[in-house]
């Protein structure tokens, strides 16, 4: 079980990823002492601290979109973390709960965010305070070559990584050999935890590779998820849109 698992993992990295550096990025660390040296800090960057718990569940499911943002902004935007149960200076803010999110520029807070958002609620926060506040635009992503330990590390327990490979997957690669074996790194992703943010991926990356149909069963049930979770599915809702019109062209 475990070569059948290494082999298709081997084939899975040598034909499909060249994949964005967000997995050689996270935040760091803030505490009490470091924080105003860090974060009231005149470079021109946007200062994104979230505020977090280790018992937090909506902090953990951030973790993995924090590191992709990581990557993709790590030019012009510094992502800390500040563990409320270990420090007190987040008593300093009025925040409501955990995760919350401030963002500082030049030393001011320009921006909060109270509580978990999805990938593109976070990239239209950070785009919106990056042009207010005529910062530089964000970097092109750099690629790298995932290593083979790494994806077999997380092929039977890691839904978000593997989530995050297939999104940059869709959202960067034009290639049909690779958009199709990414498909396998969303499968088994939904095979570990099936959730509103993997089946809006597969409907993703099915509607990129024209299996219209499919999609459009797919991100219904996304749609689903969503509303029993009580999430944002507008994107989802766009991608059904774009679907249909594939759909009405063709027939």
């Given at each position: 079980m475990v070569n059948k698992k290494s082999s298709i993992v081997k084939i899975?990295?040598?034909?499909?990823?060249?994949?964005?550096?967000?997995?050689m990025f996270s935040q760091t660390d803030l505490s009490d002492a470091n924080f105003d040296k860090k974060v009231y800090t005149k470079n021109d960057k946007l200062i994104v601290v979230e505020f977090?718990?280790?018992?937090?569940?909506?902090?953990?499911?951030?973790?993995?979109?924090l590191k992709e943002l990581s990557a993709d902004y790590k030019n012009n935007v510094e992502f800390y973390i500040m563990d409320i149960d270990k420090n007190k200076k987040?008593?300093?803010?009025?925040?409501t709960g955990v995760p919350s999110f401030y963002l500082f520029h030049n030393g001011e807070i320009v921006d909060t965010i109270g509580g978990a958002l999805d990938k593109e609620g976070m990239e239209w926060t950070l785009d919106k305070v990056i042009k207010d506040n005529n910062i530089p635009d964000?970097?092109?992503?750099?690629?790298?070559?995932i290593s083979d330990s790494y994806l077999i590390d997380i092929?039977?327990?890691?839904?978000?990584?593997?989530?995050?490979?297939?999104?940059?997957?869709?959202?960067?690669?034009?290639d049909k050999n690779r958009l199709s074996l990414t498909i396998k790194a969303i499968k088994q992703s939904i095979n570990i935890n099936k959730n509103y943010y993997n089946m809006d991926t597969y409907a993703a990356l099915l509607y990129k590779t024209k299996k219209y149909e499919k999609a459009l069963k797919v991100a219904s049930l996304a749609v689903e998820l969503a509303q029993e979770d009580n999430l944002d599915d507008s994107s989802t809702l766009?991608?059904?849109?774009?679907?249909?019109l594939k759909i009405n062209k063709i027939n």
């Open positions: 899975f990295v040598s034909i499909v990823m060249l994949i964005s550096c967000h997995f977090s718990a280790t018992w937090c569940g909506y902090c953990r499911y951030m973790k993995p979109i987040d008593d300093q803010f009025e925040r964000k970097p092109k992503k750099k690629e790298v070559k092929w039977d327990n890691d839904w978000r990584e593997l989530n995050a490979i297939a999104w940059y997957t869709y959202k960067n690669e034009n766009e991608l059904i849109q774009s679907i249909n």
